[in-house]
């Protein structure tokens, strides 16, 4: 391409609000950002809460292109349903395309399969994309009003996303005149697969404690009208259904004609660039991460941005590409709706007020960083950079 090179990044996920705050970085060096979304931005981390009704939904949403133009980029509305990597077009939804010198993808995720009969139903409710949650609130809301009504609802998924979405439920039916039954449906013998076993046994004696009924061995096979069928035949009523079953990429990974990964998504490297394309990056839950798969959360999405900022600079100046390395261990801390957290870090976990304290404090510092740079209290860089520059200058002492 010729002229001002143009940086095209599709989906405002949690790397390119990092990115779309840097515009102006961009822009210094002759070439255009442009950040292309639907919409607005919803934040995972709170979602549940706006659930549950700890936060009105306008404290879980940002507004990328109010972001992406105070620091001196672009934005379009839009939705990109493929890619034409060989001619370096984007082509999107309403029949328009788009070049680009550098394209990166930060997309996100889907729930990765419903139960049968239950697509198109609209009784039932994906986890993802995360507003689903704010809607299924008011849809609660709305049926429990005349404070006569019996609703049931099933969460299908025993690990953190059901656990927290099932647990926040149970606290919106306490603030309903109408009665709300929450069912936790869990496929294996225990809920989060993944955390230390003490934390998941604490963890199901307290949803317990909150009124939800957990049922383990239960894996939703399909639904019929408001009656679901587990695999073992067993049947349940559900007037809503929650579906928290697990995450894959967003279907546009697999429309660009370059390698991805079935669940994974685009297949990069270390550098977040496209194993066969270079001049193609993804981040966050769109990317299949070839030196290791990592896990579906925000949290890594947040951690590579500063890393693909640094390679879409690196890559426009013919500069070398410095390597993502993920962290092995995470901080995950649970939202369970009476003002209690729980959380775990590695093999160590705790469960309690302090723990959502911590939760609510390091939510609300991410979105008011974004916050205050569009309402132009602060530049992103005086935000964000002092804190990250400490932080890589750590990793490369320790590298
Ligand atoms: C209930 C629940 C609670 C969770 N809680 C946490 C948590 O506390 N901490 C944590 O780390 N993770 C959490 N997660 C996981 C987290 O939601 C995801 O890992 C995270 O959202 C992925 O971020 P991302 O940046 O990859 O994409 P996202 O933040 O999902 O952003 C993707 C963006 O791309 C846009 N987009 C999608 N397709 C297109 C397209 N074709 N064209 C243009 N734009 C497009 C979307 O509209 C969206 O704005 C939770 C998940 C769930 C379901």
Same mark, same amino acid.
């Given at each position: 391409m010729t002229g001002r090179p143009t940086i095209l990044l599709v989906g405002a996920g949690h790397a390119h609000l990092h990115v779309a705050a840097r515009a102006a970085e961009f822009v210094r060096r002759g070439a255009r950002l442009l950040l292309l979304d639907p919409g607005h931005f919803w934040y995972s981390g709170m979602a549940t809460g706006v659930l549950g009704g700890r936060y009105p939904s306008s404290a879980d949403r940002l507004d990328p292109a109010a972001l992406v133009r105070a620091a001196g980029g672009d934005f379009l509305a839009g939705r990109v349903v493929g890619v034409d990597a060989e001619r370096q077009v984007a082509h999107l939804a309403d029949g328009g395309a788009l070049g680009y010198d550098r394209l990166s993808l930060n997309v996100g995720s889907e729930v990765a399969a419903l139960p %049968? =009969? %239950? %697509? =198109?139903?609209?009784d039932v409710w994906p986890v993802k994309p995360v507003a689903n949650l704010r809607a299924l609130h008011r849809a609660v809301r709305d049926r429990l009003a005349d404070g006569t009504a019996r609703l049931e609802v099933v969460v299908a998924g025993g690990g953190a996303s059901g656990c927290e979405v099932a647990a926040n439920l149970a606290a919106l039916g306490r603030s309903c005149a109408g009665s709300l039954r929450v069912s936790l449906c869990a496929r294996g013998d225990r809920l989060l697969p993944a955390a230390p076993a003490p934390a998941a046994r604490r963890l199901a004696s307290h949803l317990a404690r909150l009124g939800v009924a957990v049922l383990t061995g239960a894996e939703v096979a399909a639904k019929d009208g408001g009656t679901l069928r587990l695999a073992d035949g067993r049947r349940l009523r559900a007037d809503l259904l929650a579906v928290a079953t697990g995450l894959r990429a967003a279907p546009l990974t697999r429309a660009t004609g370059l390698p991805w990964d079935e669940r994974g998504g685009l297949r990069v490297t270390a550098a977040l660039h496209s194993e066969a394309d270079a001049r193609v990056f993804a981040a966050g839950d769109c990317a299949h991460f070839l030196p290791r798969p990592l896990p579906k959360l925000g949290v890594y999405g947040v951690r590579a941005a500063p890393v693909l900022h640094r390679n879409l600079l690196a890559s426009l100046d013919g500069r070398a590409l410095r390597a993502y390395r993920p962290q092995t261990r995470h901080l995950a801390i649970l939202n369970l709706g009476d003002g209690t957290g729980l959380a775990t870090w590695s093999r160590l976990w705790w469960h309690g007020r302090a723990a959502m304290r911590l939760k609510d404090r390091i939510d609300r510092k991410f979105m008011a960083g974004y916050r205050a740079i569009y309402s132009g209290r602060v530049a992103g860089s005086r935000l964000f950079d002092e804190p990250q520059r400490r932080t890589e200058a750590h990793r490369d002492r320790k590298a």
């Open positions: %049968a =009969g %239950a %697509a =198109g139903d609209p």
